[in-house]
């Protein structure tokens, strides 16, 4: 299963809202999770079961979708939140990831 | 608290072999599906392998089936990744993660350790 993310850059500021979305080539219910990810470091999941929000992770944080169109929204942007963020299906073996979406400052 | 720590990477010569391990603590390693994930340098996450906390199951990408074995030891709470036949696309960052109780997600990753496949 093949998860197309988009964008691939995104430029925004602090304090806008950001949506993020991720498309899979087939149905894969809601077997999404959202990683994010900083330079140098390992990922950190936010988001499981499509729209489930891990623990410790801040509230504006938000996934939704299901079946094949799924979106990770900030809902204010922070300075700590500008990374790369991943995509990721587990409904169906292999495991697979969207290519990424690099968060940047504008 | 949760650690994964691994190591094992270098750098090594196409065709060559190497031996992953990821030593896990702060919790109950057997019961928990494991997972090996690498990142090519600049590049995005690609997963490689999972395996049952017993280890009864095992999955692998296409690109590995047949040149990497996963296995583990609850006893010593280790990961291992058995990588055979490398090639220059296995270069990478390796890292291990740890899954939830009910599978779901991958809730704990260690910081990776560097593969480098090169003449």
């Known amino acids: 299963i093949q998860m197309t993310q988009s964008p691939s850059t995104l430029s925004a500021s602090v304090g806008d809202r950001v949506t993020i979305t991720c498309r899979a080539s087939?149905?894969?219910?809601?077997?999404v999770a959202w990683y994010q990810q900083t330079p140098g470091k390992a990922p950190k999941v936010l988001i499981s079961?499509?729209?489930r929000l891990e623990s410790g992770v801040p509230s504006r944080f938000s996934g939704s979708g299901s079946g094949t169109e799924f979106t990770l929204t900030i809902s204010s942007l922070q300075p700590d939140d500008f990374a790369t963020y991943y995509c990721q299906q587990h409904g169906s073996y292999p495991i697979t990831f969207g290519q990424g979406t690099r968060l940047e400052i504008k | 608290e949760v650690h994964l720590v691994e190591s094992g990477g270098g750098l090594v010569q196409p065709g060559g072999s190497l031996r992953l391990s990821c030593a896990a603590s702060?919790?109950?390693?057997?019961?928990?599906?494991m997972s090996w994930v690498r990142q090519a340098p600049g590049k995005g996450l690609d997963w490689v392998a999972n395996i049952k906390g017993d280890g009864s199951e095992k999955k692998y990408v296409d690109s590995v089936e047949g040149r990497f074995t996963i296995s583990r030891d609850n006893a010593e709470n280790s990961l291992y990744l058995q990588m055979n036949s490398l090639r220059a696309e296995d270069t990478a960052l390796y890292f291990c993660?740890?899954?939830?109780?009910?599978?779901?997600?991958?809730?704990?990753w260690g910081q990776g350790t560097l593969v480098t496949v090169s003449s």
């Open positions: 079961g499509a729209s």
């Open positions: 993660a740890r899954y939830t109780i009910a599978a779901t997600v991958t809730d704990y």
């Open positions: 702060g919790f109950t390693f057997s019961s928990h599906w």
């Open positions: 087939q149905t894969i219910s809601n077997w």
